[in-house]
């Protein structure tokens, strides 16, 4: 399957809100504002092929402050060379129907272990999300869909090594707040 179609398919099955409302509203927009409280910028890391395939001719990362980050500077996984890492244009008026990846799972992470799927809360957070302590408010749907959108992307080799790389990095520093349940055995 073409990486396009796969990338079209988790969106697609990731497009659920984790609660009814507009949780943006509870927070001020905390996880997509583009500077921290110490003024610093925030962006995100978008997945391999990510940006070229779904982003790059969008009006949602800004193209000026977007970085590549390769592997000569940064810690990546063997056989990632590099990864885009962009900031919102307008965080406020997000054009959701486009949104990447960490955007729509976000609180939730993918993790692998023991060859099982889950989707975790990380404990060092960059955005503390309100509502990681508010789970009687969350779609029955959300961290189903999250998982289906994640074991479709993991179809794709470079993203299950992120994944993987990103797993065995949180499991030495014990970086686990909430797991949700094993998907299926990948």
Request: proline letters at 3%.
């Amino acid at each position: 399957m073409e990486y396009k179609q796969i990338f079209l398919d988790a969106y697609e099955k990731m497009d659920v809100d984790l609660i009814n409302e507009n949780c943006g509203l509870l927070c001020n927009y905390h996880c997509c504002r583009s500077r921290g409280d110490d003024g610093k910028l925030l962006g995100i890391y978008l997945l391999p092929f990510e940006y070229e395939l779904m982003q790059k001719n969008e009006n949602l990362i800004n193209k000026e402050t977007l970085k590549v980050h390769t592997n000569k500077s940064y810690e990546l996984p063997k056989g990632i060379k590099k990864l885009y890492y962009g900031y919102c244009n307008d965080s406020m008026n997000c054009i959701r129907k486009i949104r990447p990846v960490q955007c729509r799972t976000f609180p939730f992470v993918p993790h692998i272990e023991e060859d099982k799927l889950y989707i975790v809360i990380e404990k060092n957070q960059e955005h503390n999300c309100p509502l990681i302590n508010m789970r009687e408010k969350w779609n029955e749907n959300f961290e189903e869909s999250i998982l289906l959108g994640w074991y479709k992307l993991l179809e794709i080799d470079k993203i299950k090594k992120l994944v993987v790389f990103d797993s065995l990095n949180r499991m030495k520093s014990e970086d686990i707040l909430f797991r949700y349940s094993e998907f299926i055995k990948i």
